[in-house]
């Protein structure tokens, strides 16, 4: 009898492990309420992207103290109507990099390309100073593996416009009407490079994009002839932008697009077409009562355009996007 119940016991433990591990690995639903749009996690440096009729954030997950950063993971959202989100499994980690140090999963950005979907990010590597990795994966939710074993940016390929040792980070991705693909970073400097069709290997010497005030979170965007370049300028940052007919500028500067996002001292953004409108997804640190500048959370805006082609200033809101 001891046996039997000792058998049972370990089914038991079995199957609420497999359980467990189960729920761990499933796609997590929630909803929205207004702004921050995700509040079980904290969240930061979103990037936005459409695929196939779906909008997908992807962002960085702040944990620990509140007192320095701590982003163990990156992390990926979904939603067709912004109220019904989907949370998917853990699709990539600072540890999926060999070369990079733990828990430095800072601002990366996802793009499509050949059916393929690389992911750029920013961390820290294990040599010292910032770096730009690439990961790859045959799905928008993942999982991804570095598709290099190696950096794709680092700090010694940047020394020309600053000493520091943290300017090679933020990195956005950008393919052109006639298929070329760049690669803008920077903290300080605003870096620019081609991309190979490969997408992971540079194709052109490293350049700079001359804008006012710039400290780091470079985005590309298009609407109608007009590219935008919006950045975090200052600190506390507040998000400006700049205007071209050509990718590679020149750029003039247009001024504030955002003001600096509540209770955090970084502002990070990202802009993307959806179904007819223009969203503007950014962080803040509002969720009560341990909400920072570590310990983030990614919301949602309008974006509006003058008939000049300017962009007007984004209007923060508690509410956020009405639900398709």
Known sequence: MRKVYQLCMLIAIVMWSCSAHAQFDSVYQFEATGNPVIT????????????????????????????WYNMPNWLVFSTQDFKTWKE????????????????????????????????YVSTEHQTGGKAIGVAVSDSPTGPFVDARSSALVTNDMTKDCTSISWDDIDPTVWIDDDGQAYLIWGNTCCYYAKLKDNMIELDSEIKTFNLPDFTEAPWIHKHGDW??????????????????????????YKGILNEVAGNSNTNHQSIVEYKGNWYFV????????????????????????????????VQMTTEGVVPQ
């Not at 590219?227 to 003039?252: D, N, Q, R, T």
């Open 40 to 67: 079980h996690k904290y969240t930061a440096d979103p990037a936005a992207f459409v695929h196939n009729d779906v909008f997908y954030v992807y962002a960085g997950q702040d944990t620990g103290d509140g007192k």
């Open 282 to 313: 950014y962080h803040n640190g509002s969720i009560p009562t341990a909400g920072g500048s570590y310990l983030r959370s990614v919301c949602i805006d309008r974006l509006y355009y003058n008939p000049d082609g300017t962009l007007k200033r």
């Open 88 to 119: 998917y499994p853990v699709p990539m980690k600072t540890g999926d990099f060999k070369w990079a140090k733990d828990h430095s999963s800072w601002a990366a950005q996802v793009i499509e390309r050949n059916g393929k979907f690389y992911w």
């Open 227 to 252: 590219y935008y370049l919006s950045y975090a300028a200052w600190f506390p940052e507040k998000i400006c932008y700049a205007m071209s007919k050509s990718i590679e500028g020149p750029w003039e």
